[in-house]
């Protein structure tokens, strides 16, 4: 089992930043995948963005050009800068990894003010 852990997560301002963090521990051999996924009130959990091992990244249209998701892989991290943030980004985020099985993390508020 992969346990993840999330911080970071609060009230910000639209136009202010925030820098999401998520720790891995547990029986940990290789993650592959890394992956910030974001779900609001009425929605459906969607991807934000993910990283391989190699340090390929991709991220959902929305965030392009705002957000930007890093790793640690020898402290098993994943980190998710969040810049120029809006309102619709208010959301429960959650950290996801991939090794022998699909982890996820318990989630952290991000709460955008207009």
């Known amino acids: 089992q992969v346990q993840l852990v999330e911080s970071g997560g609060g009230l910000v301002q639209a136009g202010g930043s925030l820098t999401l963090s998520c720790a891995a521990s547990g029986r940990i051999f290789m993650i592959n995948t890394m992956a910030w996924y974001r779900q609001a009130p009425g929605k459906q959990r969607e991807l934000v963005a993910d990283?391989?091992?190699?340090?390929?990244?991709r991220y959902a249209d929305s965030v392009k050009g705002r957000f930007t998701v890093s790793r640690d892989n020898a402290k098993n991290m994943v980190y998710l800068q969040m810049n120029s943030l809006k309102p619709e980004d208010t959301a429960v985020y959650y950290c996801n990894a991939n090794q022998d099985d699909s982890y996820w993390g318990r989630g952290t508020q991000v709460t955008v003010s207009s």
């Open positions: 990283i391989t091992r190699g340090g390929r990244s």
